[in-house]
């Protein structure tokens, strides 16, 4: 399908009124959180109101027929987007994008960040998401929660029926060992143990990566033919503890997000205290 057919990028007008929707979203969010303090829905709903900005920013970017899906993955894929969390964004192509297409992507993301959004991106092709990068056990981990978002919908329905899927049944057992190989190197950063007077209420262990790696784990053993969808990864008998916990830790999180300004999940001796 020709590149010919990707549209003009949005006009300054139009850029200007679609990002101030959006910065008045994340200020409402703000306001509601500490009226009512709910991480799990402060986090979902941030991913909501960034779901919007993405699509409508891409709607405006390219033509339905451009052979290209756009997904969500890692954090922003579960729907737990943080207040300063990192927005990840998987451009899944069928070739290696021409530099037509190069431009076009540079346009759409340059249009995210003029509207105050900050995005890391990856462009992959469907045979690279089923193949088990060297040293890059992340990127593979990360997909477990692809969600998609706009452009083509059958390569993301190749991509959850047939290829990671595929990927998982091939390589399980390598994939499980890497999984254990990055949580026992961050539990060793945080010297093996779950207690500490400041803790990192992201990674350090029994905190909210620990929570995810559960998830991963049993996404890998259970995958046949479909993808296990996010908190029912968990074990039936110690699901309602698990999303107490979910619930108890994100809103410590997205209190800690707000009041620094950035990405910072130290729960430090003030932090406790405010």
């Known amino acids: 399908m020709p590149d010919s057919r990707q549209l003009s990028p949005p006009t300054t007008e139009e850029l200007a009124a679609v ?14 959180f500490f009226a009512r303090p709910d991480g799990l829905q402060a986090i979902t709903r941030r991913s ?34 943080f207040p300063s969390s990192d927005v ?11 530099p037509e297409l190069a431009r076009a992507l540079k346009a759409f993301l340059q249009s995210l960040w ?7 991106h990856s462009v992959h092709t469907l045979a690279e998401a089923g193949t088990l990068l060297d040293g890059n056990a992340e990127f593979t981990i990360s997909l477990l929660d692809v969600r998609p978002l706009a452009g083509h919908r059958a390569y993301t329905e190749t991509l959850l029926s047939e290829t990671l899927p595929g990927l998982i049944r091939r390589e399980r057992g390598l994939l499980l060992e890497q999984l254990r190989g990055l949580v026992k190197t961050r539990h060793a950063k945080y010297a093996d143990t779950v207690y500490h007077l400041e803790p990192n209420i992201k990674d350090t262990p029994g905190a909210l990566r620990d929570l995810q790696a559960m998830g991963w784990w049993q996404a890998l053993l259970d995958t046949a033919d479909h993808l296990p969808v996010a908190d029912a990864r968990w074990p039936g008998t110690q699901r309602a503890a698990l999303r107490d916990a979910h619930g108890f830790l994100a809103g410590i999180r997205t209190f800690l997000h707000y009041l620094n300004g950035r990405d910072v999940n130290q729960f430090s001796y003030d932090m406790q205290e405010r």
């Open 19 to 32: 990002a101030l929707d959006y910065v008045a979203g994340l200020g409402q969010l703000e306001e509601s």
């Open 48 to 81: 909501a109101l960034v779901d919007g900005l993405v699509t409508t920013l891409f709607a405006r970017h390219f033509d339905s027929a451009v052979p290209m899906a756009l997904c969500a993955v890692g954090g922003y894929g579960r729907s737990e987007l």
């Open 88 to 98: 990840d964004l998987l451009f899944l192509v069928e070739t290696p994008p021409t």
């Open 114 to 120: 003029d509207a105050h959004l900050r995005a890391s």
